[in-house]
Structure formats: structure tokens, C-alpha cells
């Protein structure tokens, strides 16, 4: 188990926010993380569970417990003819599961490669891209009640996934920590290719399969997307609205044509990152903050933003798409402190 005091959590968040934990606790396994939600001090203080901190917004220093897991491993835990159940620590990377999954032959989720993150918290926010979200593939989770100490296996109903959203991200839920996600992928090859640009990006390529498709996912977030790496950002800062059909006509009878996709007869997506765009902040500058120039859904930390900078740039960002197109848009990323 690891125990720091005033922790830097600059590594620990994607927009390289110079931010500490009082404390900051690390688990290996079950047992450890069982003794930390049993201990006194613990329970007394607050705390949040992090993963790779790639959908984190702290707006200033953390008074309390950071937790975070160490449970790594990638298991085959079940195997027929067609396909193959992975047991996965919530820890691993979720990048190093795609890699291992198509390297392997498994296919379900190539589309989701290069996405930073570890898998406890993927499962929790049902990542997606390119046409899939990680619940297409989810099995089971396995997670403790941070309130009773008491182990759940989540079936994926029980996740009661929707777009970013599960019964873990649910407020209204007791808290849940998860330590292990089950996945099935198949090992017959069926692909999603649908999705944007991804078919002509894979035009390039002599043949599709599992390796190609995920080169041709990483081409294109390569070339879209900011590398936390080298530029802090956390993806997507809002999530896509969902409109009613009546107010995109509405919309559209007012600014004509909208990009959309239609989820249902009576819901419309529509993409944040065009009316952002639409509203003139596409490439700008907010003092530290900058709006990313090849995808205005993204605001990127230009060296020393602060928390509060961040959110007070997506605070006007936020305004103005309102005003326009009376569309409220919700942070897909989680503010801390
Ligand atoms: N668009 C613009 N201007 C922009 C950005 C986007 O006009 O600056 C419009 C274009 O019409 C484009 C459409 O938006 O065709 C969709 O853009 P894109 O394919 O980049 O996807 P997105 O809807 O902006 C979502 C996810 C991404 C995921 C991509 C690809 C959300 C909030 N974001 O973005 O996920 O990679 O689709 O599937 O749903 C993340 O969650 O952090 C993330 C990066």
C-alpha cells in the first residue's frame, strides 16, 4: 500500500493541474483497499477515488483522501469457440487492454483505442468512440459498497448504462468502487466502421482487420485530438446534448441545416463541438486556456492554467452556445474541490 502526505497530483490529472492531496492511497489488491474503507480517519475525511485522471478537473488543492488503485492484470477468465471473457483490474490501462485484446485476435474493442484512462474508470463513465462504448462489451463489474464495505457483481443491466452515464456516476447511488471489469470480446471478426471518417481513413490500408482498424483510430485522434502528453486537456470537456425533435426543428428553421444524429423519433444529438464552434471559439485564446484548434470540444491547458482558469473559460463557452441556441451544455468532465 502506498500512504503520501501532500501528494502533487500533477501526474495524476490530464491537464497537468499543479494541484496536492493531503493524502493520497494506494491499494494493490482487495484486502488493502478493504482496510483503508475500514479505517477510522478514513471514514471521517472526504475522499474521491481517481483513475488516470484523463476526466478530472481539480479547481484547487484537495483536502482530503485521493484513492487509488493499483490492481492491474489482465485474465482470461471464460473461453468458448467464439468468443472470450477478459477479467481486468481496474488499474490497467485501457489503452494496454485494447492493445492486448486486438494483438490477441479479440475483436469489440479496436474502435476504443488510444483512449487515456485506466478501465475501472472507463466502465464507470462508458467510454465511447467511432460507434462503440464499452458497455456494448461489459459482462459484469465487481465493486465494493464504500459505505457498508460489502462486494457487489454488477451484471451489465445493473450498470444501467446510458451515453457517459451508469449507475456508478449516479449521485443518488451509494458510492461504489470498482476493482475488476469483465468484458467479452469475440474472436470472430465483426467491426464497426460506420462512424465518421473511420471507413475512408481505412481506405489506406491493404485490408481491414483488428491491427489496421486500431492504427486507423490512432491516425485519426492523433490528428484530431491533443496529446495529454504534450498539451494538458481531458478529451471532450462537455458532453454531446440531446435535444427533443421539436426544438432541433425549431433550430433548424432558425439557423438552417444542423449536423445531427437522430437517437430516437423524438431525439436528436447534436455535436457541442460545432456549436462551439458556431459561437467563434474554435483556435482561441482565455488568457492560459485555449480552445483546441482542430476540435473545439477540447480546451487545453497552454502552461499554467489553474482549475478555476479552466472553468471560468468553459463557463463562458458554456454562456455563449445558451444565449445562441438556448442549448444548456453539461461538463462531461468532473470538477473536484
Ligand atoms: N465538429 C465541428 N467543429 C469542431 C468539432 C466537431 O463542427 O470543432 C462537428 C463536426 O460536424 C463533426 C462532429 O462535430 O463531424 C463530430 O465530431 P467528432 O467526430 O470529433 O466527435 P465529437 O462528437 O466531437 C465524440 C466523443 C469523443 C469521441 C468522438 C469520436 C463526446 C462528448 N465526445 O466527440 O470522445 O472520440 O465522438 O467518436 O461524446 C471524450 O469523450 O473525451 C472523447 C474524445
Redesign the pocket.
Known amino acids: 500500500m502506498k500512504l503520501e502526505q501532500n501528494y502533487s497530483l500533477k501526474e495524476h490529472n490530464t491537464f497537468h493541474l499543479q494541484v496536492k492531496a493531503r493524502w493520497f492511497m494506494e491499494y494493490e489488491n482487495e484486502d488493502e483497499l478493504i482496510k483503508i474503507l475500514q479505517d477510522e480517519y478514513f471514514q471521517e475525511s472526504q475522499s474521491i477515488h481517481i483513475g488516470g485522471g484523463s476526466n478530472l478537473l481539480f479547481l484547487g488543492d484537495y483536502n482530503g483522501v485521493i484513492l487509488h488503485s493499483a490492481i492491474r492484470g489482465i485474465k482470461v477468465k471464460e473461453e468458448t469457440d467464439t468468443s472470450v471473457t477478459l477479467r481486468i483490474g481496474a488499474a490497467e490501462l485501457w489503452d494496454d487492454v485494447v492493445a492486448y485484446a486486438v494483438k490477441n485476435g479479440y475483436s469489440g474493442i479496436e474502435n476504443l483505442s488510444l483512449i487515456p484512462g485506466e478501465t475501472g474508470a472507463a466502465a464507470i463513465q462508458n ?5 462503440v462504448e464499452i458497455k456494448d462489451v461489459i459482462e459484469s463489474v465487481e465493486a465494493y459498497n464504500q459505505l457498508d464495505i460489502v462486494k457487489r457483481i454488477f451484471s451489465k443491466e445493473e450498470c444501467k448504462y446510458g451515453y ?1 452515464s451508469s449507475f456508478f456516476k449516479n449521485e443518488h447511488n451509494d458510492p461504489y468502487i470498482i476493482t475488476y471489469v469483465a468484458i467479452r470480446l469475440s474472436k470472430q471478426p465483426s467491426y464497426t466502421l460506420e ?2 471518417n473511420l471507413k475512408e481513413e481505412l481506405s489506406a490500408y491493404d485490408e481491414i482487420n483488428l491491427t489496421n482498424i486500431r492504427d486507423a483510430v490512432i491516425a485519426i ?1 492523433k490528428n ?2 491533443p496529446d495529454p502528453k504534450e498539451q494538458g486537456n ?3 470537456f ?3 446534448p440531446v435535444v427533443s425533435m421539436t426544438k432541433y426543428n425549431h433550430l433548424k428553421s432558425t439557423f438552417g441545416e444542423f ?1 445531427h444524429y437522430v437517437i430516437s423519433d423524438t431525439e436528436v444529438k447534436i ?4 456549436l ?2 458556431q459561437c467563434g471559439f ?1 483556435g482561441k485564446k482565455h488568457g492560459t486556456v485555449g480552445v483546441y484548434e482542430k ?3 477540447v480546451l487545453v491547458n497552454l502552461g499554467e492554467a489553474t482549475g478555476d482558469e479552466i472553468a471560468l473559460a468553459a463557463e463562458s463557452i458554456r454562456m455563449a452556445v445558451e444565449q445562441k441556441y438556448g442549448i444548456s451544455l453539461v461538463p ?1 468532465v468532473k470538477y473536484v474541490g
Open positions: 467510454i465511447g468512440a467511432y460507434g457517459r462512424y465518421g485522434r484530431k485530438l481531458a478529451g471532450s462537455f458532453m454531446n449536423p455535436p457541442a463541438g460545432w462551439i464552434e474554435k476540435q473545439a470540444l462531461e
